[in-house]
Nanobody, 125 residues
Framework: QLQASGGGSVQAGGSLGLSCAASGRTSYGYATGWFRQAPGKEREFVAT????????YYAVSVKGRFTISRDNAKNTVYLQMNSLKPEDTAVYYC????????????????????WGQGTQVTVSS
């Protein structure tokens, strides 16, 4: 029900945009988050956006460089990544969760019920 796309390879300082297309029940009323997992590391929170798009929340490591947005008419959430660093290299996943709790709770990946398949982002130095 979630399809992530847009990954690729880029040099440090470059930009990439990811998309997460929703279908079925995740296409309405769910907050959507992006997470990433680097080789040998645990999956970590990147950013989240509420259904309305009115609230967003970012991990400290990406704040100011990444922007999450959504177009509900297209059932799609985007992650624009600028000023990429080699440490941003990971498989990026989008996930959807019902709306509840405070904004900071959306960083908890255990609350997300639906996950996309992941897309690889590689940043070379």
């Amino acid at each position: 029900q979630l399809q992530a796309s847009g990954g690729g390879s880029v040099q440090a300082g470059g930009s990439l945009g990811l998309s997460c297309a929703a279908s079925g029940r995740t296409s309405y009323g769910y907050a959507t988050g992006w997470f990433r997992q680097a080789p040998g590391k645990e999956r970590e929170f990147v950013a989240t956006i509420t259904w309305s798009g009115g609230s967003t929340y970012y991990a400290v490591s990406v704040k100011g460089r990444f922007t999450i947005s959504r177009d509900n008419a297209k059932n799609t959430v985007y992650l624009q990544m600028n000023s990429l660093k080699p440490e941003d290299t990971a498989v990026y996943y989008c996930a959807a969760t019902p709306i509840y709790g405070n904004l900071y709770s959306y960083a908890d990946m255990t609350r997300y019920d639906f996950w996309g398949q992941g897309t690889q982002v590689t940043v070379s130095s």
